[in-house]
């Protein structure tokens, strides 16, 4: 079966209970990454973060590329166990590492964390848009994404809380503990409510990957380029940020716990966003038209940062970016796939939902390092760039309205 036959009851459960697994695995990276930017800065300077981010797509392609062999000898259900216990190996290579004062290994980690998240996630939102219909999808996606973000707030909380006392190196302690319950509830969730499974099909590379189903439907092309911008305009605010926040925060302990603080803040807000604010704007909109909104809100709030300049103004245009990204964008976004196929869902899904995250932010990172040496890259430049790629964005969510993507 390609889709999960439930019952509304069963759909509600289904949902629930993997928003809370999102919300244990979202514990485990938001202390990883804000530890992971605090590590790598202190190891190779601000300066180096573009270079780093480079690497990504590279990460990108090659877990894909083991994703999509695992799906298919595996299926869903062992594919996403093993992804989970190679994440906990992963982060644990990278902490002994780091306790024996291997820089590269700081490297490693802010990469991986920028792989691994996406890639638990997106599974989770395939076996989700497996089950659930576009009905349902409407009232529960916003109520869904804030259990697994209340994963995220408690991560930064406890990361500012703790960091102090602890210290950086062994908050990465925590994504690999939490990854041993992530793994045996994974299983009890597919045992409970059982397994999609695409049909028999010869082997073809279009086919397996889910590129075929990329070129061939136009929402999903114009969904793929959406994906490209919004995560252009992430990674250049995130630059502007980190150096605004190195200039005001250089201690590295003190610097990580106002990171914890700012996505600790930033979740509370996508919490609103999530059990109150999308609900209510899927109840008397289109998925299609809210998500037409969103990038509306981000260019009135790039441009002024772009006049102002602070680390308010940048600050708040990236937390507001990520605030909408984590809630009303997931929630809208995700109805798009329900009525796809198994490829669609599972396949096509974690090219655009994974390639196109992170190769975006890769290349952009890439071009940025490369024009560096002819462009002095300011917080301004970094600005005027993102208010640039909002508009595009806008450009292809009204493309995509335009076919007529109604959920």
Known sequence: MERLSLSDKQQVKLGLSLGFLASIT??????ARS???TLFKFDYGTENLPIVMTFIPLAAIASLFIYDLMLNKWGPKWTLMLSTLISAVTFFLCYIGLLFKVKLASGVLFVFREIYIVILIEQYWSYINSGITKEMARQLNGPLIGISTLGSMVGGLLLGFATKSLGTLNMLLIPILLCIPAFFISHIIYKKFGEPMAQKKPHNFFKVTGLKSLFS?????????????????????????????QEAFPQLDEQTSKLGFFYGTLN???????FILTPFLLRYVKPVTAFLFIPIVNLVLCSWSLVDMSIYSIGLALLMFKALDYSLFRATKETFYIPLSFDERYRTKEI???????????????????????????????TGIATIGVGCWLFFAYKIKSENAEN
């Not at 979202?26 to 202390?31: K, Q």
């Not at 929402?219 to 911008?229: E, Q």
């Not at 509370?268 to 999530?274: D, E, I, S």
């Open 26 to 31: 979202l514990i485990g990276y938001e202390v």
């Open 35 to 37: 530890a992971s930017y």
């Open 217 to 245: 439907n136009k929402r999903l092309s114009f969904l793929f380029f959406v994906i490209v911008f919004t995560q252009l305009v992430a990674t250049v605010l995130d630059l502007a940020f980190q150096s605004r926040v």
């Open 268 to 274: 509370g807000v996508a919490l609103f966003f999530q």
């Open 352 to 382: 655009i939902d994974v390639f196109a995250y992170r190769t975006s932010k890769g290349m952009t990172s890439l071009s940025i390092t490369l024009l560096k040496s002819f462009v002095r890259f300011s917080d301004l430049l970094y």
